[in-house]
């Protein structure tokens, strides 16, 4: 089992290299062995592009050593024909003897049948090695297919003294009465967060940030995708002048009532928002196929999904900066913490494993 395990992580390792471009497929990295020694790998890249174990099988120059290799998956082979043929189907055909896998594929199109055509085809398989570290590789892509909603990351941050956003005094004196945000954390912070922004697949903020704060919720301090906006805009109360209606990225507007019509990358969603907020955006955004979203909302909004306990992580700033007054951050239950350093700035990362 040992030397099974070695190679898992090693998958693992290489399945990372796709976050945040794989969705709405999962992470999936994989390892051809033969006598002791690696001789291909490869991971999936791209929903549309081959999955992890054609990219590994394309690797091996000596195709005839696969008759007596084992290969090793982070997650179940596919048995259906997708944008991509079977990955079984591959497997079965170079007659690789040998398959360890990971952890078993929650997706009904797969869910233990991509194992069960592996034996029934005549290959050994092994499955269940290092299977809470699989999980926890692919638990956007679980929380959607076992959860039916996002993976959902709460993020904030406050100053030292407890407040999220400065009261009205301090932001005019900061801002000479220009609307843009008053930061609290460091520029490092900041690029850190921009970061997260292209790991996830959307970004929901509330009303009231888009109003006081006008952000733009793209990645221009890091490299990777745009995540997809959300806006919860209740009341149609956000002005049309806001950046996320610039359309540079696909922007999701989730409103009671709205007589406006979808354009190019802008789709508007009438939701019932008078009662249970929280379940009521999550159920949109499955609907849209989101498999991970960062709240970025003010307070009533982080709060809410708080109190209805639809979180997964919350990963909290806390800066130097002390305002005095102005707006508490959200309290969350006590949970499972990590607390590191950001520059000048602390980060604490929880975990809601309720």
């Known amino acids: 089992m040992k030397i099974h395990e070695k190679y898992i992580k090693r998958c693992i390792e290489l399945a990372k290299n796709g976050l945040g471009t794989t969705y709405p497929n999962p992470l999936v990295g994989s390892v051809i062995v033969y006598k002791n020694k690696i001789i291909g790998e490869g991971w999936h890249r791209m929903a549309g592009e081959p999955h992890a174990e054609v990219n590994a099988i394309n690797s091996v120059k000596d195709k005839s050593q696969l008759q007596k290799a084992t290969i090793y998956v982070s997650l179940e082979p596919c048995s259906h024909f997708g944008k991509t043929p079977p990955c079984c189907d591959l497997i079965i055909r170079n007659r690789i003897p040998n398959v360890v896998v990971g952890t078993v594929d929650p997706n009904v199109k797969v869910a233990g049948n991509g194992i069960k055509k592996l034996i029934a085809a005549g290959a050994k398989v092994t499955f269940g090695i ?18 039916k909603r996002p993976y959902i990351i709460l993020k904030w941050a406050e100053s030292q003294d407890g407040f999220i956003a400065p009261d009205a005094t301090f932001r005019k004196v900061q801002n000479n009465d220009v609307k843009k945000p008053v930061w609290i954390t460091s520029p490092y912070s900041r690029q850190l967060v921009h970061k997260w922004r292209s790991e996830e697949q959307a970004i929901l903020v509330g009303t009231q940030t888009v109003i006081d704060d006008n952000p733009i919720l793209d990645v221009r301090n890091w490299t990777g995708s745009n995540p997809i906006r959300v806006v919860l805009d209740k009341n149609n109360r956000i002005p049309n002048d806001s950046y996320v209606f610039n359309n540079q990225c ?43 979203v960062i709240i970025e909302g003010g307070r009533q909004t982080l709060q809410t999904f708080i109190d209805a306990n639809l979180w997964d992580e919350a990963r909290v700033f806390s800066g130097i900066t002390i305002f005095g007054d102005g707006t508490r951050a959200p309290i969350l239950p006590k949970s499972n913490r990590k607390n590191q350093v950001i520059g000048q700035d602390e980060l604490i990362i929880s975990r809601n494993h309720d």
């Open 130 to 147: 290092l299977e809470d570290e699989c999980n926890e590789l692919n638990k956007r892509f679980f929380t959607f297919h076992q959860k």
């Open 250 to 292: 696909k922007t999701i507007v989730i409103s009671k009532t709205t007589t406006n019509r979808d354009k190019e990358n802008l789709i508007f969603d009438n939701v019932d928002l008078e009662k249970e907020i929280a379940q009521q955006l999550t159920q949109a955004m499955y609907r849209h196929q989101i498999q991970s």
